[in-house]
C-alpha cells in the first residue's frame, strides 16, 4: 500500500488540536483525538503521533522537561512557523476546514455576509482561546488549583476590548483563573508579575478589610502561579496589566 502523505489542510486542523488539549493527555483514546481523525481520515494513532510532532518545536515544554516526538517532517515545521503566532487565522481555518472535510460549505452551513461572518469569526476564536488557555493550564485555575470547569475562566491579561485582533486570540494572552479571581484581576485588584507574583492591590485591604479578604485575596500575595504546560502568559502582556489595569488599585 502506498504510504499516504500528510496534507496542509490536514495538518492545520491537527495542528489546532495541539493547541486545545492537554499535551500529556494526548493519546489515541482521547475524545477529541479520536473526533479528529475520524474527520480527517486518519488513523487516532497518526494524529497522535502529528500532535507529538509538534510538540518538538514547543519551547514552553521542553523548559518544563517535556519532550515531543524526534520524527517532525519539512512541513510540520512550515505549519508550526505559519501559524504558532497567527491564533485568529489558525483557529477559524481550522473550523473551516474541518467544515469542508465534513461536506459543509460554510461553518453554520448557512450563507454568511460580511457581519454575520464576523460575528461567527469572533465566537470560533473565543472558543479557541478558552479552550487553549483552560487545556494548558489542565482545567486548573492558576492561584487557587480549583479545578472544576464551570467555575473557570479563560481571562484576558490585555481585555478584549484593548486588544487587537490577534492578541485577543493569543492564548500567551490568558490565565485560567476562578470566577471570582478573574472579576478581582479585570478590575485591578490584583495582578502578575512578569515574574509570575501575585501582588494583591494594599487598598483592597483598606476599603473592604475583612476575613473574607484575608481567606480569599492577601492569603496568596506575594506567592507565584501555577504556570502552564504551554502558552506561558507573555511578559508584555504581564507589563501592560501591571502598569495599566492594577495602577488604578495602587
Excluded at 7 to 12: G, H, L, N, S
Aim: proline content about 4%; glycine content about 4%.
Amino acid at each position: 500500500m502506498n504510504k499516504k502523505f500528510w496534507t496542509r489542510e490536514e495538518e492545520i486542523i491537527v495542528f489546532n488540536l495541539y493547541c486545545q488539549i492537554p499535551f500529556q493527555s494526548a493519546s489515541k483514546n482521547h475524545p477529541e483525538v479520536i473526533r479528529i481523525a475520524n474527520i480527517i481520515g486518519r488513523s487516532p494513532s497518526a494524529v497522535n503521533m502529528k500532535i507529538g510532532n509538534f510538540g518538538s518545536f514547543d519551547e514552553n515544554l521542553k523548559a518544563r522537561g517535556i519532550v515531543g516526538l524526534t520524527n517532525a517532517s519539512k512541513l510540520d515545521a512550515q505549519i508550526w512557523e505559519e501559524f504558532n503566532n497567527r491564533w485568529d487565522e489558525l483557529s477559524f481555518e481550522s473550523e473551516r476546514l474541518i467544515a469542508k472535510f465534513q461536506g459543509v460549505k460554510e461553518i453554520e452551513n448557512i450563507p454568511v455576509g460580511k457581519e454575520k461572518m464576523v460575528a461567527v469569526r469572533q465566537r470560533v476564536n473565543q472558543n479557541f482561546f478558552r479552550r487553549a488557555v483552560l487545556a494548558s493550564y489542565k482545567n486548573s485555575c492558576c492561584i487557587t488549583g480549583l479545578n472544576n470547569p464551570e467555575l473557570l475562566i479563560a481571562s484576558h491579561i490585555k481585555s478584549w476590548a484593548a486588544s487587537n485582533e490577534n492578541e485577543k486570540t493569543n492564548p500567551h494572552n490568558g490565565l485560567c483563573l476562578n470566577a471570582l479571581h478573574d472579576k478581582a484581576f479585570d478590575k485591578g485588584f490584583i495582578t502578575v508579575t512578569p515574574n509570575y507574583e501575585i501582588i494583591i492591590s494594599a487598598d483592597i485591604t483598606d476599603i473592604y478589610d475583612s476575613a473574607a479578604v484575608e481567606k480569599f485575596f492577601k492569603c496568596y500575595d506575594k506567592s507565584k502561579i501555577a504556570l502552564p504546560e504551554k502558552f506561558a502568559p507573555a511578559k508584555e502582556f504581564l507589563m501592560y496589566h501591571n502598569e495599566i489595569v492594577f495602577q488604578n488599585w495602587r
